[in-house]
T-cell receptor, first 111, second 117 residues
Framework: ETGVTQTPRHLVMGMTNKKSLKCEQH?????MYWYKQSAKKPLELMFV???????ENNSVPSRFSPECPNSSHLFLHLHTLQPEDSALYLC??????????FGQGTRLTVV | AQSVSQHNHHVILSEAASLELGCNYS??????LFWYVQYPGQHLQLLLK??????LVKGIKGFEAEFIKSKFSFNLRKPSVQWSDTAEYFC???????????????FGKGTHLIIQP
C-alpha cells in the first residue's frame, strides 16, 4: 500500500463515452502526476501538478483533461477516446523533488 | 530533455546467479536517479535512489546501484537473486527543479527479469 489510491481499477469504455479516473493521496505531498503505461513503451508522463497548478502537459491530446481540485485529489477526464488509448494509467504523488509514490493504476480498455 | 536507455529488455537467470541491469541516461546537468520495481499485479515501488554523495547506493531487498557520472550510467546489481525477484525493473531520471516544484520522472522501457528456480 503506497498511500496513493486509484479508482476504478478496471474500466471498459466505448469511443463515444465520457468517463473519469480518480486519484487520491493523503500523504501530504505537493505534487501529483498522471502517467500512461503501454505495452513495449516507456512510462509516459502526461501531466504534472504542483500545489494544484498544472506545470507540465506533455503534448497530451485534448481528449484527456486533468483536474486537480485540491492537493489530495487528481482526476483524469476522458472523452471520445481511441482504441490506441487503451493502457494502464498511473497516478503518482511526491513531496517536491524526492521520489514519486505510485498508485496501482487503472487498466483502461477502449472498444 | 532527459532520456533513459535500458539495454536489456528480457533477462532470465537461475536462482543464486548475480544480476546486473544496465541503465544509461542522457542529460547534461545534475540528475536524480531511481530504480523502481513492479512485481506482477502490484504497483511500482522504489528500490533505491541517488541524489548526491556516495555514488554506490544501497536499496531494499539486497539491491545496489552505482552512479558513474563519466559514463552517464546507473546500473543495478544484486549478488544473488531469488525467485521472488521476478519482476519488471525500471530506471528513471529527473532533474532537480530549482523552482522548488517537482518535475515528473523520465523512465526507461523496463527490463523484464525472470528468475528460474
Amino acid at each position: 500500500e503506497t498511500g496513493v489510491t486509484q479508482t476504478p481499477r478496471h474500466l471498459v469504455m466505448g469511443m463515444t463515452n465520457k468517463k473519469s479516473l480518480k486519484c487520491e493521496q493523503h500523504l501530504g505531498h505537493n505534487a501529483m502526476y498522471w502517467y500512461k503505461q503501454s505495452a513495449k513503451k516507456p512510462l509516459e508522463l502526461m501531466f504534472v501538478y504542483n500545489f494544484k497548478e498544472q506545470t507540465e502537459n506533455n503534448s497530451v491530446p485534448s481528449r484527456f483533461s486533468p483536474e486537480c481540485p485540491n492537493s489530495s485529489h487528481l482526476f483524469l477526464h476522458l472523452h471520445t477516446l481511441q482504441p490506441e488509448d487503451s493502457a494502464l494509467y498511473l497516478c503518482a504523488s511526491s513531496p517536491r523533488t524526492t521520489e514519486a509514490f505510485f498508485g496501482q493504476g487503472t487498466r483502461l480498455t477502449v472498444v | 530533455a532527459q532520456s533513459v536507455s535500458q539495454h536489456n529488455h528480457h533477462v532470465i537467470l537461475s536462482e543464486a546467479a548475480s544480476l546486473e541491469l544496465g541503465c544509461n541516461y542522457s542529460y547534461g546537468g545534475t540528475v536524480n536517479l531511481f530504480w523502481y520495481v513492479q512485481y506482477p499485479g502490484q504497483h511500482l515501488q522504489l528500490l533505491l535512489k541517488y541524489f548526491s554523495g556516495d555514488p554506490l547506493v544501497k536499496g531494499i531487498k539486497g539491491f545496489e546501484a552505482e552512479f558513474i557520472k563519466s559514463k552517464f550510467s546507473f546500473n543495478l546489481r544484486k549478488p544473488s537473486v531469488q525467485w521472488s525477484d521476478t519482476a519488471e525493473y525500471f530506471c528513471a531520471v529527473t532533474a532537480p527543479n530549482s523552482g522548488g516544484g517537482a518535475d515528473g520522472l523520465t523512465f526507461g522501457k523496463g527490463t523484464h527479469l525472470i528468475i528460474q528456480p
